[in-house]
């Protein structure tokens, strides 16, 4: 089946540190990405989608300068939370979608913790 | 986007039993899709089920898709130790609910 490859899968940094995660389609052209986020306990929240060589769309109470995405090519998508601080410490999931295919295949998830 | 409300919130049930698990949502879609999640993992995905189907089966889950009453069920038979995760729907614009923890006992 098809993989989404996401990284790094745990990620430790210090406050005001800006933190770059990854996410690649390994075996298909992921026209459409998402990214989510979740705090313990509670569901994923759906934080952007990115369409390739398009800016991505914010849900809303997302912050844009705070959560660049950039997905420059149909299978890699980045993730950099900017000044990061312990309110942002969480996991991160991202998800991919082939053209005209109806099913997300996602990543790992990527545990970040903001000292 | 569309929502994904899963019922109930948690369900403990003992291994050899079946698990049904409900998921409702708000406006008209082309495709409800089932995912997993293991404790502080990603989400694997587990079935689709298109608007013109009503029923899908894979292996030990069955999926039924009620369009007029906008809800689907999972049903997992003969569940084991290893089905232990949280369950989630999502349909188009795959904004999840908070998933239904399903326990399975030994």
């Known amino acids: 089946g098809a993989v989404v490859s996401q990284h790094p899968s745990r990620v430790i940094c210090k406050s005001g540190t800006s933190v770059k995660i990854e996410c690649r389609s390994l075996?298909?052209?992921?026209?459409?990405m998402f990214w989510y986020r979740q705090f313990p306990k509670q569901s994923l929240m759906l934080m952007a989608t990115s369409n390739e060589g398009s800016k991505a769309t914010y849900e809303q109470g997302v912050e844009k300068d705070k959560f660049l995405i950039n997905h420059a090519s149909l299978t890699l998508s980045t993730l950099t939370v900017t000044s990061a601080h312990p309110e942002d410490s969480s996991f991160y999931i991202c998800?991919?979608?082939?053209?005209?295919?109806?099913?997300?295949?996602f990543g790992a998830g990527t545990r970040l913790s903001v000292l | 986007s569309q929502q994904g409300e899963e019922d109930p919130q948690a369900l403990s049930i003992q291994e050899g039993e079946n698990a049904t698990m409900n998921c409702s949502y708000k406006t008209s879609i082309n495709n409800l899709q089932w995912y997993r999640q293991n404790s502080g993992r990603g989400l694997v995905h587990l079935i689709l089920i298109r608007s013109n189907e009503r029923e899908k089966h894979s292996g030990r889950l069955r999926v039924t898709l009620d369009t007029s009453k906008k809800s689907s069920s999972l049903l997992i038979t003969a569940s084991r130790a290893a089905d232990t995760a949280s369950y989630f729907c999502?349909?188009?614009?795959?904004?999840f609910g908070e998933g239904t923890q399903l326990t399975v006992n030994p």
């Open positions: 998800s991919a979608t082939e053209r005209d295919q109806g099913i997300q295949y």
């Open positions: 075996d298909f052209q992921a026209t459409t």
């Open positions: 999502a349909t188009e614009g795959l904004t």
